[in-house]
């Protein structure tokens, strides 16, 4: 089956670092899209990052200059390096793609199971 795993979510004091990974497997044939989400307790789902499979990129107003998101279509792998991170930034963080699968050449949208990042004051 098709698969999304992030990694690398935890403790981080504010104003730290911390690399979000997001690997995909499972018979792709390629990703479109991918992006970063996080939800916070009681808060919607919202976007934090995107990026397509050309490199072009786009960023939430709150994390635009700290965050940077980046990908390896090779390894089929999305990373979400996060710097000055504030505690607002705490959330799950999840990863999204929308890609083909090689089986039947389906256009899909998959979750991963999210990575929990806290940050403290």
């Known amino acids: 089956q098709v698969r999304l795993v992030e990694s690398g979510g935890g403790l981080v004091q504010a104003g730290g670092s911390l690399r979000l990974s997001c690997a995909a497997s499972g018979g792709i044939l390629s990703i479109n899209v991918m992006g970063w989400y996080r939800q916070a307790p009681g808060k919607q789902r919202e976007l934090v990052a995107g990026i397509t499979s050309g490199g072009r990129t786009t960023y939430a107003d709150s994390v635009k200059g700290r965050f940077t998101i980046s990908r390896d279509n090779a390894k089929n792998t999305m990373y979400l390096q996060m710097t000055s991170l504030k505690p607002e930034d705490t959330a799950v963080y999840y990863c999204?793609?929308?890609?083909?699968?090689?089986?039947?050449?389906?256009?899909?949208?998959?979750w991963g199971q999210g990575t929990p990042v806290t940050v403290s004051s």
């Open positions: 999204n793609a929308d890609l083909l699968r090689i089986v039947d050449y389906r256009n899909l949208e998959v």
